[in-house]
């Protein structure tokens, strides 16, 4: 009995300590800036799709319609998108809005073609992404849906911030039938559908409970956006889980 238990304690004194679990790094937020009526948008819609599918990465397409006058009005467009644009050329500094545009974190840009370009923007930005990580999750209950914003973990000067919900059909099939892209059958890969400021986050900790009515359409999922204000960056973001 005694060497029994001498070998269990041995055995217990040789087991490594547990190694706490680190929280996942914060996603990239890409934004492309797209229209159906652009002869240059298909190649950056293609290219969105890899990036739809990596998990570190939240990749939205948003369509505008500016271009609809050039003979095809856009079937997916919202006019929330274009101001949404426009707020980033001017915080940005880029001047006039143009697709297709790659946002990267609120706070870098790039044609939305030029993968090298991206992924650049994409490594430069996410460093900062992740100082003073701020942890943003969404859940999907039975009748609502729940949005938890941490504190600010940072050393800098707290930065007021929009919470933002988009509302998101992971593939939508569009037959075009006239303008620049006429004839052509393009899928369209985490089409945002509903951008929406929902709340106000001020460095605190913080609850938002929406209805579940917000999910308009069976098969979408939801995206959360922390940003600071004024087409700033983002702080943090997160797709909702069930």
Known sequence: MRIGWLT?????????AAVAQQPAPTPSVLELFTSQGCSSCPAADTLLQTYAARPDLIALSLSVDYWDHLGWKDTLANPKHAARQRRYAKALGTGNVYTPQMVINGTAQAIGSQKDAIDKAIAATAKG???????????????????DIGDYAGNAAREPATVWLAIVSPHVDVKIKRGENRGRMMTYHNVVRDITPVGMWSGKGMRIELPATVMT?????????????NGGRILGAAWMVE
């Open 8 to 16: 269990v304690l041995l055995c217990m004194a040789a087991a490594p």
């Open 129 to 147: 992404l992740n100082t003073g990580r701020i942890t943003v999750t969404a859940t999907s209950k039975a009748d609502r849906v729940v949005i």
């Open 217 to 229: 359409k069976a098969g979408d999922r939801c995206a959360v956006l922390l940003q600071a204000d």
